[in-house]
């Protein structure tokens, strides 16, 4: 489990929302750039978690979506989780 929850997407993505909480407090005024920051960083705990569950699937034997990063690569995922869980 650790090694999804400190992946460098999810990471990056924690750091971003603390940036744009700091940014808040600050006093700084709520405006369209704030809302589009807001959104970006949605998107990027979107796509992290996203990777997180398409990694998970594949490791288990699952298929993928052919969009995803991993897309080809689920025999070597399975591989590699059926060598650890020996």
């Not at 992946?7 to 006093?27: D, H, N, Y």
């Not at 990694?55 to 990063?69: H, L, N, Y």
């Amino acid at each position: 489990m650790r090694k999804y929850l400190f992946g460098t997407g999810i990471i990056s993505a924690i750091t971003g929302g603390i940036t744009l909480l700091r940014s808040m407090r600050e006093g700084a005024p709520f405006t369209w750039r704030t809302a589009l920051g807001w959104l970006s960083w949605g998107i990027s705990i979107a796509l992290a978690v996203g990777a997180i569950v398409d990694v998970r699937r594949a490791s288990r034997g699952g298929t993928v979506d052919p969009d995803s990063p991993i897309a080809g690569q689920e025999q070597k995922l399975l591989k590699a989780h059926l060598r650890r869980n020996r």
